[in-house]
């Protein structure tokens, strides 16, 4: 008798220190910090560096929009020349951005004139940053819900009819992969809220004749494609851009024809936009949602 209960004790012994080697197991890795997360190994010097890079890679882009936005309003006025004289095409623009460069780029330009899409991504996390690696993009940050790391990842692909598929992959809390039916009510209720906001937005979103759009198209442009990598569906391929450095509330629709993503970097190629376009941008700022 006095043997069987020795067995027993030892039995709920090992399964105690189990069961507290499992729990301990789950806080660390709820807890942990993903093998491809770097808080901050930039020294101050180094983050300002990369912010530089990024500013003046981006300043390009912008230049470039700017070249195009410039061309629109000269053939909408009636004055540019025979397109194969002096008014050509304008040619697409590669740019290629580190992570270190995007997320330095993002904090230099921190401030409190955001757009309510980032404002209300705030609410959700704070010390936000993008990682990327190979064919994904990371958005990480300390979750308001979670109350640790929590981090999205996308993969996002160009199909071979030029749609953009963002391909949203799940949510991790620290190490542990978050449960589909634990976030589902959550996205659920982030999804609902982006509807009510694309629908705001698109009451006053407009697109001119040049093709610039004001902030409420941008908004609903943004929003749309970030429904539609929530949804698992299929997006027009269309960035907006800002052409002028004081006014981002301003931009020009652009089309994303490539897109490359790999350890640390990522590569675009933007073209502007054919006359076939237009109905697209059209439904990206008046139609209903519909996932």
């Known amino acids: 008798m006095k043997r069987w209960i020795r067995v027993i004790l030892i039995g709920v012994s090992a399964a105690v220190v189990l069961l507290a080697a499992v729990t301990l197991a789950g806080a660390w890795m709820y807890h942990g910090?993903?093998?491809?997360?770097?808080?901050?190994?930039?020294?101050?010097?180094?983050?300002?560096?990369?912010?530089?890079?990024?500013?003046?890679?981006?300043?390009?882009?912008?230049?470039w929009v700017a070249s195009v936005q410039a061309q629109n309003v000269?053939?909408?006025?009636?004055?540019?020349?025979?397109?194969?004289?002096?008014?050509?095409?304008?040619?697409?623009?590669?740019?290629?951005?580190?992570?270190?460069?995007?997320?330095?780029?993002?904090?230099?330009?921190?401030?409190?004139?955001?757009?309510?899409?980032?404002?209300?991504?705030?609410?959700?996390?704070?010390?936000?940053?993008?990682?990327?690696?190979?064919?994904?993009?990371?958005?990480?940050g300390q979750s308001t819900d979670f109350g640790t790391l929590a981090?999205?990842?996308?993969?996002?692909?160009?199909?071979?009819?030029?749609?953009?598929?963002?391909?949203?992959q799940g949510i991790q809390a620290g190490l542990l992969p978050v449960p589909q039916s634990v976030v589902a009510s959550k996205v659920d209720r982030f999804t609902k809220y982006l509807r009510e906001r694309l629908s705001t937005y698109q009451q006053t979103a407009n697109i001119d004749p040049t093709l610039t759009a004001n902030g409420a198209a941008i908004e609903a442009g943004y929003t749309r494609l970030l429904l539609d990598g929530l949804n698992y569906g299929a997006s027009a391929?269309?960035?907006?851009?800002?052409?002028?450095?004081?006014?981002?509330?301003?931009?020009?629709?652009?089309?994303?024809?490539?897109?490359k993503v790999s350890q640390g970097q990522v590569t675009l190629t933007l073209v502007p936009l054919s006359d076939s376009d237009q109905s697209t941008i059209e439904d990206l700022i008046a139609k209903p949602y519909e996932p």
């Open 237 to 259: 391929p269309i960035l907006f851009v800002p052409f002028d450095l004081g006014n981002f509330h301003s931009a020009m629709p652009v089309k994303l024809s490539a897109l």
């Open 74 to 140: 000269r053939r909408h006025l009636g004055t540019s020349a025979p397109v194969d004289q002096s008014d050509p095409p304008a040619a697409s623009k590669t740019v290629t951005l580190s992570d270190e460069e995007l997320n330095a780029f993002m904090q230099s330009w921190d401030n409190p004139d955001k757009s309510e899409l980032q404002q209300t991504l705030a609410k959700f996390f704070s010390e936000g940053r993008l990682v990327l690696v190979d064919d994904g993009i990371i958005v990480a």
């Open 151 to 168: 981090s999205a990842q996308f993969n996002p692909v160009i199909d071979p009819e030029g749609k953009l598929w963002l391909r949203f």
């Open 33 to 63: 910090r993903p093998s491809w997360y770097h808080h901050s190994r930039l020294t101050a010097e180094q983050s300002m560096a990369a912010a530089n890079r990024a500013d003046q890679k981006i300043a390009d882009v912008f230049s």
